[in-house]
């Protein structure tokens, strides 16, 4: 298989001129096409650090990340938000949506970025509002939706320019168990029908138990790497 | 989508929207109203002295309006009446023999300014004879005068009476005559009541021995638009070796000088009145801005460049401001039309000051349309420089500072 992530050497340093606090210290991650990956750890253990380089928000202090055959680190500012735009599906861990759009407009709204027809976006919209099971709420302001339905919509909208990978930080942090679950089902179903990539990190251990691989930092080092059938 | 988002966000904190929004109208609405008041009590002042007298557009002698002399007239010809009269603006073009001259009656002698005029003409252009009060208005074969009544006091005559004028004519020679008073004149205005005396075009050149000779020609227009339009034919009509064109801004200079120096004034009460509002906008501006960070951190996160997004808070802003000028064209500009159409009758102490000037008594406002896009564009302006404040944050955001916060 195909690796559409590889990351290879990555230290990151904050403040390295004042009080340095050693982040990440040496990771080396190779993602395959079609892979649901879990990162886990304990607080500060570099989580969020790892997949904001990893996407291309943040700068490592060293190393090299390799997307589809593209170092992204030395990509331009520009160019990297470019990247992003059609390679990198974001979820974060809430408040994903722009608050004045309406569900239906927030899936638009990157293929809108990318100058997609009319009659194209409408398409793929109705997809994807489908897919995760929201298609009723279309016209409905996030504010007008649930937690977890908002979460939905911002995978429906991370999938929308067809990336190639989805990164997930934390994405059921704010969701009670019903909404948890209902949304890992959601990713899960994607990944095995349409063999999406996902890499998302967690600390609930019922979002571990769903992953197929998962990654385990500690002190910013990758501790264990575990394939597992689920 | 951008309009559509820069509209929406406008609306997501209603009440601050419409707080900002009302201060710009009042801005806005005190400026037009304020400056429009203004500007039609000065064109009424500058409309009553023009139509009074002077008339929007002279032509003379180069030189004369200079050194007013006997010496610069010219001939008047049909053929310089004609080609004055070609700008399709002049209505009617009215000759005038003006110069000094003593007007003394028994023992009493006064300076006083002697107007040859076409009486027909001259009335359509200043409505003389509605201003006769006493006698009758003149005959173009008359050899008879009408005099002001301040000048009639001072020499103590009256209709009917002979007054006597002694002057130095064309290329200095004598001049003198006796006429009798056919009618005499009520003008507002102590200054024209004085000194004037009108005489039958004709009668006047014989007495400067100015025979077919006038000092001017006086264009009349509609309004300062129509002169504009006329003096700029009249320029290659005529032949500016020989003759020159006078604009009314050039017979009124004092006026117009006043006029500054009062619209001065007022600029700096709106310089000041605009600063607060700005402080106000920016406020806006500024909450808006930090409130938004984790907004505008997942939208470069998810690849809306910078430009795109610090263009869009852009349009926000200057929608903002475009709101509360809408909102103040659309009160300022009805009330400012009906005091334009229903002036305000002056009354009392101020009528009686106007009257004394000749100037009709009533505030009226102007709708020039300049003084309205004006504000428009001013607050355009304000926004627009305010919109950078964002634009420079958005262009040096970094999206993982901004989604922490
Ligand atoms: N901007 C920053 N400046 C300084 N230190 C930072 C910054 N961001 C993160 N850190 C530090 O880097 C380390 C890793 O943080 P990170 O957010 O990646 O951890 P995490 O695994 O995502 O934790 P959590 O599970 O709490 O989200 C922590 O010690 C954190 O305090
Ligand atoms: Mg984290």
């Not at chain 1, 904050?14 to 190779?30: F, R, S």
């Not at chain 2, 159409?341 to 000051?353: D, F």
């Amino acid at each position: 298989m195909k690796n559409v992530i590889s990351v290879s050497g990555i230290t990151k340093t904050y403040n390295p001129k004042t009080i340095p606090v050693h982040a990440l210290q040496g990771v080396d991650l190779e993602i395959e096409q079609g892979e649901f990956t879990a990162l886990v750890g304990p607080s500060g253990s570099g989580k969020t650090t790892l997949l904001n380089i990893i996407g291309g928000l943040d700068e490592a202090t060293e190393g090299t990340v390799i997307i589809n055959d593209q170092d992204i680190t030395k990509l331009s500012d520009g160019q990297l938000i470019q990247f992003r735009k059609e390679h990198i599906g974001f979820v974060f861990q809430a408040y994903n949506l722009i608050p004045v759009l309406t569900a239906k407009e927030n899936v638009e709204f990157v293929m809108l970025l990318q100058g997609r027809s009319q009659a194209e976006r409408n398409k793929r919209v109705n997809e994807l509002m489908a897919a995760v099971g929201l298609s009723d709420k279309m016209n409905n302001r996030p504010s007008q939706l649930s937690g977890g339905q908002q979460q939905r919509v911002a995978v429906a909208r991370a999938l929308a320019p067809k990336p190639t990978f989805i990164l997930a930080d934390e994405p059921t942090a704010n969701l009670d168990s019903k909404s948890t679950a209902n949304l890992l089902d959601m990713m899960a179903e994607l990944n095995k029908q349409e063999n999406i990539t996902f890499v998302f990190s967690t600390h609930d251990q019922r979002v571990i138990d769903r992953a197929r691989r998962v990654v385990t930092l500690e002190d910013g080092k990758i501790v264990s790497d575990d394939h597992r059938d689920v | 989508m951008l309009l559509k988002i820069a509209w929406r966000n406008i609306w997501r904190n209603r009440r601050r929207t419409l707080i900002t929004a009302t201060s710009i109208f009042f801005a806005v609405f005190f400026a037009i109203f304020m400056n429009s008041f203004q500007r039609g009590v000065w064109d009424n002042v500058i409309n009553n002295v023009i139509r009074f007298y002077f008339g929007f557009v002279q032509v003379h002698q180069k030189g004369y309006w200079e050194e007013q002399s006997l010496d610069k007239t010219f001939v008047l010809t049909d053929e310089l009446v004609n080609s004055m009269g070609s700008p399709k603006q002049v209505q009617l073009v009215v000759p005038r023999l003006e110069s000094f001259a003593l007007a003394s009656h028994g023992t009493l002698t006064r300076g006083t300014l002697v107007v040859g005029i076409d009486p027909e003409k001259e009335d359509k252009l200043t409505t003389l004879a509605s201003r006769v009060s006493q006698g009758e208005y003149l005959q173009a074969e008359d050899k008879a005068v009408l005099v002001g009544e301040g000048l009639a006091e001072r020499l103590k005559i009256g209709l009917g009476d002979t007054l006597v004028l002694i002057s130095q004519g064309y290329h200095g020679i004598n001049a003198a005559g006796k006429y009798h008073i056919k009618g005499l004149l009520n003008f507002g205005s102590p200054e024209l009541s004085n000194q004037m005396v009108y005489l039958p075009l004709k009668e006047c050149q014989w007495f400067f021995g100015a025979e077919n000779m006038a000092t001017s020609l006086v264009a009349h227009v509609d309004d300062k638009f129509a002169a504009a339009k006329a003096i700029r034919q009249l320029n290659t009509e005529l032949d500016t070796a020989a003759y020159e064109i006078i604009a009314w801004q050039q017979m009124i200079p004092e006026i117009l000088e006043m006029k500054e120096m009062k619209d001065s004034s007022s600029k700096i009460m709106l310089w000041v009145l605009y600063l607060i509002v700005t402080f106000g906008i920016f406020g806006t501006v500024l909450m808006m801005t930090k409130e938004r960070q984790y907004e505008f951190g997942i939208l470069t996160s998810i690849g809306m460049n910078r430009s795109k997004l610090a263009f869009s808070v852009w349009i926000e802003t200057v929608f903002l401001g475009l709101l509360g000028v809408l909102l103040g064209l659309l009160v300022s500009v009805p009330l400012t039309m009906y005091f334009y159409y229903n002036p305000i009758i002056v009354t009392g102490e101020l009528a009686e000051i106007y009257e004394k000037f000749g100037i009709e008594p009533s505030l009226s406002t102007s709708i020039d349309p300049d003084l309205y896009y004006t504000q428009a564009i001013v607050v355009f302006v304000i926004t627009s420089v305010l919109a950078i404040y964002p634009a420079l944050k958005i262009l040096r955001l970094k999206p993982v500072d901004a989604m922490r916060s």
